[in-house]
């Protein structure tokens, strides 16, 4: 970074409006010899004159954009789908947009504009629409020195400095009700944008240093486990990622590889991270699909409409700027309807943070892959699951313990926490727990198997022997999603815009039939799984059965016997079941209270949680084992 010389002072003896200028912003000794000379003999007017031209003539590189595509939609509409806060902001944004690409009519367009941006500026609630404002009027700036009167040009600039100052106030107070991505637009890269294009202004120029170390240590952070999104910024995931973009490129680290190393690949991180977070419509995980500026499908590839072109020039200017061939080829794989069957190695398409309580379990890296999203954080916890590029499930996934009348609540101070998180080439497996009332724990569990194209939720109750409990477990439907009950049997269908999937209720009685108690039907928007247990434990799982091969093929389930030294083990210490469609088999195992070891099926097992596929010999295919 190049060091700041002393200012170039302007001696102004008079109070006229166009000296007052020169007492506001304060010159640097790079600033153009006649704007400074002329501003020595108080000679406003030709100030100005010579600022104008110097501002036309100059060759300043400041360009966000990553390709042709995106040079005629602002830099500013990447990511911001998932913000319905913006919509009153597109039009200007468009305008000074083209204004800043040299428009001369976008700029007297804009020139009305501003007297009524100004009036309100001094006393608006600085929002994500009103930074976004600011940062287009910043960028428009000096394009907009060709149709502004002076006045009205400083005062933008000043107005737009305040803003800035605002922001570093509410920083240092460590506010807690600031907006994270509003803090990232004025407070980074507002003085970033102000910065780069007015060096020859010291009120500008002095913004640099602290704003890109602010932009550094951002990046350090979300690059963290635990900067990972947390429950209540899924929107501003991708809005917090284009605005890191853009700022990157108006620095311009990229030209600096070497000195920021660190930076960027930690920016590679980030972006790994989000594409992970992303579904195959282009919106972040459990950002509601409601609060999109257009359609809920705004950035489906492919389509053609403006937040699509925003979101493909993001991951283009983001790519650019990591600069490394293996981000390229994810972005590919994200991009695809199927995953790529050969090729280098891709990251681990699913991963969990313990920190913050998340976790993301994908089938593959395709936009058709099995999405599963968790957050669980606070006492509620919250699932996103999507199956070839449909929404399943989505909203908080609940549950309800009762003995006799009594709700069995969470303990006051109790939180999900994190127990397992374990991945392998055939499945990657979740487990959470939350504590609660007289000696009970609820620990939750999610396993996505790829190859066998299955995913089991489960939730296992865990207490003192002896207290006969009630179970009540509540998955949220997707928006669409409807559930169709089978005949006989228990299992149901959850179908969706053409996609469906089958459940099976895994610790009830296959057929209705059968007497025993137990339930799995839709009540109001969401599949509610009902069972009772004599003892203190039981286990509630459900297998969801992904693949379209198999959706008419016949299925079956049972429930195994448990025996540990010749004894048959209650269901509430430990159970098994078998499962059966078309040609698959598998093998469920789950130790409820205690461990100890058993036999199920002719297999002897002494682990926590044991889930295998048959082989056409008999022999079993360990999927996952837990100890």
């Known amino acids: 970074m190049m060091s700041i010389a002393e200012p170039r002072r302007s001696k102004i003896k008079s109070q006229s409006p166009e000296s007052l200028i020169f007492r506001q912003f304060r010159w640097h000794a790079t600033a153009p010899r006649d704007v400074a000379r ?5 000679d406003g007017a030709k100030a100005w004159q010579h600022w104008k031209r110097h501002l036309a003539t100059r060759t300043l590189e400041l360009s966000p954009h990553a390709s042709g595509r995106s040079e005629k939609l602002s830099p500013l509409f990447w990511g911001i789908a998932s913000l319905g806060e913006v919509v009153g902001s597109e039009r200007l944004l468009s305008i000074l947009h083209r204004a800043a690409r040299g428009k001369k009519k976008a700029g007297k367009e804009a020139v009305p504009l501003l007297a009524t941006w100004l009036a309100r500026a001094d006393v608006m609630t600085i929002g994500a629409g009103e930074a976004l404002e600011c940062l287009a009027w910043a960028y428009a700036l000096p394009a907009l020195a060709e149709s502004l009167p002076q006045d009205e040009w400083w005062d933008l600039l000043r107005q737009l400095l305040d803003v800035v100052t605002r922001a570093a106030r509410l920083e240092a107070h460590h506010d807690p009700h600031h907006d994270p991505l509003v803090s990232q637009l004025i407070g980074t890269e507002l003085p970033l944008v102000l910065s780069t294009l007015f060096p020859e202004i010291l009120n500008c120029r002095r913004l640099r240093k602290p704003a890109r170390a602010l932009l550094q240590n951002d ?4 690059a ?3 900067g990972l999104p947390t429950t209540l910024h899924f929107s501003l995931l991708h809005p917090l990622v ?7 490129a108006v620095v311009g680290l990229r030209r600096e590889k070497q000195a920021h190393e660190v930076t960027l690949r930690q920016f590679g991180e980030i972006l790994v991270e989000a594409l992970r977070w992303t579904r195959a419509d282009g919106m972040p995980l459990f950002a509601d699909a409601a609060s999109t500026p257009d359609d809920p499908a705004v950035a489906v590839p492919g389509a053609r409409n403006k937040y699509a072109t925003a979101l493909a020039a993001f991951w283009d200017a983001a790519v650019a700027i990591d600069g490394s ?3 390229r ?12 069957r050969r090729g280098k190695p891709l990251p681990l398409a699913g991963n969990s943070s313990e920190t913050i309580g998340t976790a993301i379990v994908r089938s593959d890296w395709s936009r058709g892959a099995a999405v599963l999203g968790l957050i669980f954080k606070s006492p509620t916890c919250g699932i996103d699951f999507l199956l070839n590029k449909v929404p399943m499930l989505r909203g908080t996934w609940e549950f309800e313990l009762r003995r006799g009348n009594h709700v069995v609540a969470p303990r006051p101070d109790a939180r999900w926490e994190e127990t397992c998180w374990e991945t392998s080439g055939k499945a990657q497996y979740l487990e959470w727990q939350l504590e609660l009332e007289h000696g009970l724990r609820i620990e939750r569990s999610a396993l996505l198997a790829p190859k066998d194209e299955f995913l089991l939720l489960a939730d296992t109750v865990v207490g003192p022997e002896g207290m006969p409990i009630d179970y009540f477990g509540r998955l949220p439907l997707a928006r669409g999603a409807e559930v169709k009950p089978a005949d006989e049997t228990r299992e149901v269908k959850i179908a969706c815009d053409g996609v469906s999937v089958r459940v099976l209720p895994l610790e009830l009685p296959e057929w209705r039939s059968d007497p025993r108690g137990g339930r799995l039907e839709s009540v109001g928007q969401r599949l509610e799984h009902r069972i009772s247990g004599p003892g203190g434990s039981l286990n509630a799982p459900l297998l969801i059965d992904l693949s379209p091969r198999r959706r008419k093929q016949p299925l079956t389930w049972r429930q195994l016997t448990v025996a540990e030294s010749r004894l048959v083990m209650p269901r509430d210490v430990a159970v098994g079941y078998r499962v059966e469609i078309g040609d698959w088999q598998w093998l469920i195992y789950r130790s409820v209270s205690r461990l100890g070891n058993r036999t199920v099926l002719g297999q002897n097992l002494s682990s926590e949680l044991v889930i295998g596929r048959f082989n056409r010999d008999g ?3 360990t999927l996952m084992e837990i100890l």
Request: charged fraction near 25%.
């Open 219 to 222: 990046i350090a952070r979300m």
């Open 242 to 248: 284009a605005s890191w973009t853009r700022s990157l």
């Open 329 to 340: 080829r994810l972005l590919r794989a994200c991009q695809a309807d199927r995953p790529r």
């Open 619 to 621: 022999s079993l295919d």
């Open 325 to 327: 061939a293996s981000l």
């Open 224 to 226: 963290s486990p635990s």
């Open 38 to 42: 002329a501003a020595d003999r108080q």
